[in-house]
């Protein structure tokens, strides 16, 4: 151990939980995603080893001073104390999908409880259930606070044509899957909303559809401004009504296919 290392560890944990919180409790969004696969001939014309290549680097650094995470690296107790610092305050944009898996893969599920928000893209929302529901995502993602999908959806309000019940047969497997979620996870409770507005904040919609966007949170307290807390279980038993009640047009908004 170092003298600068004694120096840090000899002060009360108070001032050195205000120090990582200097280093690393920036709130900014962190997009995660895998580098792009090169071509054989490319590596060779760039490379003297046949076999490897570099990937190409661009700093996102917005100071003079960029973050480093060696400080992790000093000791195993400046580690343990500064790593929730890295991982809780920052976003994750864990989009697309093989994202989690990455990130989930490359720091360990020890490290991953330590994230609190991601930004998630999925195709279905029934296989994101599936997904969380695995042994390796459920563990690694019991600590999020908050779970927003990238992708903006058309939700519909009712209908009465012959199309209306294949669309409310794949709404009500939305709203299912999302039920699923916030029944099994061990703290996303909410599903909030938020509706797309102009550039003249009139929403966009028709009497029977909006564009909308899902959060998934873990109570009504971490609403934002710009959205609201939606009836996921009221939804779906809404939907599952008989088709007499549906053309009765009580059905409140659900999730259909992405915009």
Known sequence: MTDQTSSLLALPIEIREVIYSLLFGSTSEIKI???PAREYEYSIAHNTDSTTWSADFESWATTKHPLSAQLLRVCRQIHD??????????????????????MLHNIGPTHFEYIRHI??????MEDLSRALNKDEYRIG???????????WRIRHMQGTSNSWRSVRG?????????ADIIE????????????????DRTPWRTPVNRKVKWRFITSE????????????????QRLR???????????????????
């Open 119 to 124: 930004i998630i893209g999925w195709e279905t």
């Open 221 to 236: 307290s971490e609403l934002q401004a710009n959205e609201v807390a939606i009836d996921i279980k009221g939804d779906l």
């Open 184 to 199: 099994k996870h061990a703290q996303l409770r909410i599903v909030a909303e938020t509706e797309f507005q102009r550039a």
């Open 170 to 178: 794949h709404e009500r497997t939305m709203c299912q899957a999302a």
């Open 141 to 151: 993602t019991a600590g999020l606070k908050s779970m927003r999908l990238c992708t």
């Open 81 to 102: 104390e500064a790593a929730p610092f890295l991982y809780s305050h920052r976003t994750f944009n864990l989009s697309p999908r093989e994202s989690l898996k990455l």
């Open 241 to 259: 009504a008989t088709k007499d009640e549906a053309s009765d047009g009580g059905f409140s908004l659900g999730m259909v296919d992405p915009f």
């Open 33 to 35: 995603e895998a580098a």
